[in-house]
């Protein structure tokens, strides 16, 4: 299965409203990325919010690494290009 860049931004996107509903619905406010879990653990009484947190997480980090890789492919790509222009 192949996602494109910008299906993988809007995807992102998605998830990224979904995680602000839940951090507002529960006023999740982690001090660093390492606090995230436990503050969430410790505020989000609903078990189903609770899963649906983590999933999130864990969709967000796969998604956005496969856009950086993505992203970093392109761009590789277009510097080839240029490179191999200026060989012509």
């Known amino acids: 299965m192949s996602i494109s860049f910008s299906d993988a931004q809007k995807k992102l996107e998605q998830i990224t409203a979904e995680m602000l509903e839940?951090?507002?619905k529960?006023?999740?406010d982690a001090?660093?990325?390492f606090d995230v879990?436990?503050?969430a653990r410790?505020?989000?009484d609903n078990q189903q919010d609770y899963v649906r947190f983590l999933e999130?997480?864990?969709e967000?980090?796969?998604y956005g690494e496969y856009a950086?890789?993505?992203k970093k492919k392109m761009d590789e790509e277009v510097r080839q290009a240029d490179a191999n222009k200026k060989m012509h």
């Open 60 to 62: 967000g980090r796969i």
């Open 68 to 70: 950086d890789a993505l």
């Open 22 to 24: 839940l951090i507002r």
């Open 31 to 33: 001090e660093s990325p």
């Open 37 to 39: 879990i436990p503050v």
């Open 42 to 44: 410790a505020k989000i």
């Open 26 to 28: 529960y006023g999740l």
């Open 56 to 58: 999130l997480s864990i």
